[in-house]
């Protein structure tokens, strides 16, 4: 599985964008996914996750109620909406697949990360 994400930008605090993930290969709907995010000088950190049915979907404490997860199968693509950014949400933003939970060792393929700015 091949990930590219992109929609990433500057956007003002309490904006919003929404990220995408576009996965290659017919065993997309096989995997859980997953989003994660480096902030400079940070470690890599979870944010977001769904698993391979849509269904069920889990959220960092930090983006929980501002972020939304969510995949279309028929275009193997996940998306991650984001609203209310605040200024500490600025990082590089990754989509990963693999199996579902919130370490990043558990997932097999990342995407190659879109950055996102939040500034005014």
């Known amino acids: 599985v091949q990930l590219q994400a992109s929609g990433g930008g500057l956007v003002q605090p309490g904006g919003s964008l929404r990220l995408s993930c576009l996965a290659s290969?017919?065993?997309?709907?096989?995997?859980?996914m997953g989003w994660f995010r480096q902030a400079p000088g940070k470690e890599r950190e979870f944010v977001a996750g769904i698993r391979w049915t849509g269904y069920s979907t889990y959220y960092a404490d930090s983006v929980k109620g501002r972020f939304t997860i969510s995949r279309d199968n028929a275009k193997n693509t996940v998306y991650l909406q984001m609203n209310s950014l605040k200024p500490e949400d600025t990082a590089v933003y990754y989509c990963a697949a693999g199996s579902s939970g919130s370490q990043s060792y558990l997932y097999d393929y990342w995407g190659q990360g879109t950055l996102v700015t939040v500034s005014s």
């Open positions: 290969g017919r065993t997309f709907v096989m995997y859980n």
